[in-house]
């Protein structure tokens, strides 16, 4: 990372930047130029990895990609404002962002789907209490994102 000053470490920070992200940008392999596709998202640890789940119609491009290619990245933001200054150059912007890559998949069962599901839900409404009837499960996609790389910076 070229601006060190800026660079968060603290694995309890990196946390709360995610959990204050409400979209996931998803970049696949597709040919000569990346697909960046916009997602809601839950985050969580396992196996002291950092996993993000995605919630996506059964069919389409994204889809496919994935089944073609396993590799992507990832980028979030949060904390947005501009800093006014006299002089255009002074002008900053302020933000807090996470920046990755690794390897994503389909996950292939119910109750894994509905996990995943719930996780998801339960970052946007703070609920988890969800029910999920299997024709619902069976009518989506759950994309696993496995971290392999993760960057985390902040202009505050």
């Excluded at 970049?27 to 640890?45: K, Q, T």
């Excluded at 912007?93 to 920046?99: G, L, T, W």
Aim: aromatic fraction near 8%; charge should be positive; include cysteine.
């Amino acid at each position: 990372m070229r601006r060190t000053d800026r660079e968060i470490l603290d694995e309890k920070k990196i946390l709360q930047i995610i959990e204050a992200c409400d979209c996931c940008r998803l970049g696949l392999c597709d040919g000569e130029a990346p697909y960046v596709v916009p997602l809601n998202f839950a985050h969580c640890m396992e196996g002291g990895k950092h996993i993000f789940y995605f919630h996506s119609a059964k069919a389409g491009r994204k889809i496919e990609l994935i089944r073609k290619n396993k590799k992507a990245g990832f980028e979030m933001d949060t904390a947005h404002s501009v800093q006014s200054a006299v002089k255009a150059c002074g002008y900053t912007f302020k933000y807090q962002s996470v920046i990755g890559q690794g390897d994503v998949d389909l996950v292939k069962t119910r109750d894994k789907k509905r996990k995943a599901l719930q996780m998801i839900m339960g970052h946007y409404s703070g609920r988890s209490d969800w029910q999920f009837e299997d024709q619902m499960v069976d009518a989506v996609e759950i994309i696993r994102l496995e971290v392999s790389k993760l960057s985390c910076k902040e202009n505050m």
